[in-house]
């Protein structure tokens, strides 16, 4: 392992706080992390590098020698002539804050141990409003890996056992000397696995696990929506060597709907209403997910006005009150008219002209007054 500064390492500087060390590993963790690099040796090495200036750094001790005697105060003697083996006991924790987005929170350990537990699984699921909103079971194929049947997931031939391995003691990790440091390594005999199988399962090849796709039938809660993720404990991938499985996550997205918008519990919608009816009021249907509703439009109503209808939204799948139905009455502009209804038209209006067009046109007086203002501003 380099003897690179451990400041440069994490890219701090010598009077960084703790938690600015902290951030500035996690960051890196997840970025040389061997899961996200594998078969990346020299991102291993990075990752080994990070943890262990971390591991200094973050202890008030051990980093008040550093900074005084450098990489020398951990020389074999330097400090109670222990040096630092792997896996100190806070690394899971941290571990657990990293990863806990992606991984949604299972994982834990370190170390090669936690290739063994099975992988979890992300399934995209396309749902319709009306299917999100009323909740529906749906059944998914999911290619994976399962437990193997003939050897009951241990992976050795029917008839025997997987043996404890003789390097490691069963421990999967020995503790190799290099130069200053004493460092846990994953066992090369076993490969981190503790045990040996001299006569593998013909049918998973000592692995303890075949690929298979399953069906599973995953019931989805009423009021689901978009980037909800649905989680099924233990229907991700089968360990390998009979560990436990990793969980499956279905994730939930909603398609636009032709007519509804959805924001939390309330449904949005737009409602065409004639100016006529607008302008003298009236009924107009109005649709929500449990069918059509009548609403009033009251004389004198103007474009874009809102109307409330409580209760119709979306009941959460997080429990508390259902929201409501919004619906944006729109004053549709008559189109395709024939000369009669024109000529009808003109006439309308030449009839709101004179002295009192204003009072007709409640809109009209303060936004040409306001433009006024707005050109006098500009030239004076
Ligand atoms: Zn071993
Ligand atoms: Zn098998």
């Known amino acids: 392992m380099s003897k690179r500064d451990f400041y440069e390492v994490l890219g701090v500087s010598r009077d960084a706080s703790e938690r ?11 970025k040389y992390h061997p899961d996200k690099n594998p078969g990346d040796e020299s991102a291993t090495d990075k990752f080994k590098e990070v943890k262990l200036a971390y591991e200094i750094l973050t202890d008030d001790q051990k980093r008040a020698a550093y900074d005084q005697y450098g990489h020398a105060a951990f020389e074999q003697g330097g400090m109670g002539g222990g040096g630092f083996g792997g896996g100190s006991a806070d690394f899971s924790d941290i571990f657990g804050d990293v990863f806990g987005d992606i991984f949604g929170g299972g994982r ?57 391995c003789g390097t490691c003691h069963g421990q999967g990790q020995v503790q190799m000397r ?28 000592g692995q303890g696990r075949v690929q298979k796709t399953k069906t599973l039938s995953v ?15 233990g229907e991700g ?9 990793g969980d499956l996550y279905v994730q939930v997205h909603v398609r636009d709907h032709h007519i509804f918008t959805r924001d939390a519990n309330n449904l949005y919608c737009e409602v065409p209403v004639s100016f006529t009816m607008a302008a003298l009021g009236g009924e107009v249907e109005v649709p929500t997910l449990d069918g059509r509703v009548s609403l009033k439009v009251p004389s004198e109503t103007q474009t874009g006005r809102m109307f409330r209808m409580r209760g119709k939204g979306v009941q959460s799948v997080r429990g508390g009150g259902v929201g409501d139905l919004i ?25 709101l002209g004179g002295s009192a067009a204003k009072k007709h046109k409640p809109k009209s007086e303060g936004f040409f007054d306001g433009v006024k203002k707005f050109f006098d501003d500009l030239t004076s």
């Open 327 to 351: 619906c944006k009455l729109v004053v549709e502009t008559p189109v395709n008219l024939s000369s009669k209804q024109k000529e009808l038209l003109k006439e309308f209006e030449e009839s």
């Open 20 to 30: 600015d060390i902290k951030k500035a590993y996690k960051r890196l963790a997840m």
């Open 178 to 205: 290099q130069g200053f440091f004493a460092v846990q390594q994953t066992c090369p005999t076993c490969h981190g696995r503790g045990k040996i199988i001299k006569d593998p399962c013909d049918s998973c090849h």
């Open 108 to 164: 834990r350990g370190g170390g090669a141990q936690r290739a063994q537990r099975g992988a979890d699984l992300r399934y995209n699921m396309e749902l319709s409003l009306e299917e999100a909103v009323r909740g529906i079971t749906r059944e998914i194929d999911v290619p994976t890996y399962v437990s193997c049947d003939p050897c009951g997931g241990s992976g050795a031939k029917a008839g025997s056992s997987p043996q404890t």
């Open 219 to 233: 019931k989805i809660p009423a009021g689901v929506d978009t980037g909800d993720r649905i989680r099924l404990t």
């Open 237 to 245: 991938e089968a360990g390998e060597f009979g560990a436990p499985a």
